[in-house]
C-alpha cells in the first residue's frame, strides 16, 4: 500500500482480487456502521469496474454476512433512463445485487433516471435532505468511485459547471448528443463521505490514474477533486491499471 495526498493506494493482480478486497471492506464497513448506529449509507457508482463487486456481494458468501437490513442504498449517479434500460446504473446495480439480497424495498433510494435531470436531481436532493436529516451536507459511510480516461468521476466531467455546485446535493448533467444526459452527486456530497473509494482496473486507465495518484495537476481532473472533508479516499486498483505508476513496487 502505498499513501499521499492523493489517498491510500492499494494494487491487486486482477479485478477479481479488486473486487473481493472491495467486498471485504463494504462487509466491515457496514458491520462497524449498523453496529454503531443501526444503518451504514453507500452510494455506488455505474460503469463496468463495479460489475464484480456488486456480483460479489450479492453471492452466498457476502449475502449471509452482511446485514442488508440496515444498509441504505444510493447513487453516485445516473443515466437519464428508465430503470430497465440497459444503461441504468440502477439496473446494473439491481441485477447482480439488490434482486439477490433481502433488502428492504425502503432502503433503495435509486435517482430516477425516468425523469427530466433536472427534475430528478431536486427530487435525489430532497430524499437525501430528508434520510439524512439536518442541514448539513450528508456524510454516507461509503461512496464507491470509478474514474473515466478524461478524468471524470460520477458525472462530474472536465469543464462541467456541476463542478463549482456548492449548495444543492445533486445536479443535473446534460451531455452533447449523442450522450446521455444525467444526475450526479456533486463535490461537496462525496467529499463529506467518510470513506471514499474508488475502483479502477484496466490498461486504459494508466495515463489519468498516473495524472491522478502522482501528477501535479491532478486538481484539473474532477476525480482529483474528490479529496475528503473529514474521512478517507482509498483507492483499489489492478496492476494493468498501475502500469504507470512510478511509486509502486
Ligand atoms: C457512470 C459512472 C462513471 C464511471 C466511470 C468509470 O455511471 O458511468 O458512475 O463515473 O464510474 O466512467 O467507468 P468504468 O468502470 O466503466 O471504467
Avoid: C
Avoid at 479529496?227 to 479516499?233: A, E, I, M
Wanted: hydrophobic share 40%; glycine share 10%.
Amino acid at each position: 500500500m502505498i499513501g499521499g495526498a492523493a489517498g491510500q493506494v492499494r494494487v491487486f493482480h486482477d479485478l477479481e482480487a479488486l473486487s473481493r478486497a472491495a467486498a471485504d471492506l463494504f462487509f466491515t464497513l457496514s458491520h462497524m456502521a449498523i453496529a454503531a448506529r443501526k444503518k451504514f449509507t453507500v452510494a455506488l457508482s455505474g460503469g463496468s469496474t463495479p460489475a464484480t463487486l456488486y456480483s460479489l456481494l450479492g453471492s452466498d458468501e457476502y449475502r449471509e454476512k452482511i446485514t442488508w437490513q440496515g444498509v441504505h442504498v444510493f447513487w453516485a449517479d445516473e443515466r437519464a433512463v428508465p430503470k430497465e434500460h440497459p444503461e441504468s446504473n440502477y439496473r446494473l446495480a439491481d441485477t447482480s445485487l439488490l434482486s439477490k439480497v433481502p433488502l428492504p424495498a425502503g432502503n433503495i433510494h435509486r435517482i430516477g433516471g425516468e425523469k427530466e435531470p433536472q427534475g430528478a436531481a431536486q427530487d435525489y436532493d430532497e430524499e437525501m435532505r430528508q434520510f439524512f436529516g439536518g442541514t448539513q451536507v450528508p456524510v454516507f459511510d461509503l461512496v464507491i468511485l470509478g474514474a473515466g480516461e478524461d478524468g471524470h468521476t460520477a458525472s462530474l466531467f472536465p469543464g462541467s459547471t456541476s463542478l463549482n455546485e456548492h449548495v444543492r446535493l445533486a445536479a443535473p448533467v446534460f451531455m452533447d448528443l449523442p450522450n446521455i444526459d444525467r444526475v450526479t452527486l456533486t463535490l461537496p456530497v462525496l467529499n463529506h463521505a467518510a470513506h471514499i473509494l474508488f475502483l479502477v482496473s484496466g490498461e486504459k486507465k494508466g495515463d489519468i490514474l498516473r495524472e491522478l495518484l502522482e501528477g501535479e495537476h491532478r486538481d484539473t481532473y474532477p476525480a482529483g477533486l474528490v479529496q475528503p472533508v473529514k474521512g478517507s479516499l482509498e483507492w483499489l486498483v489492478d496492476k494493468d491499471a498501475a502500469a504507470l505508476l512510478q511509486n509502486v513496487g
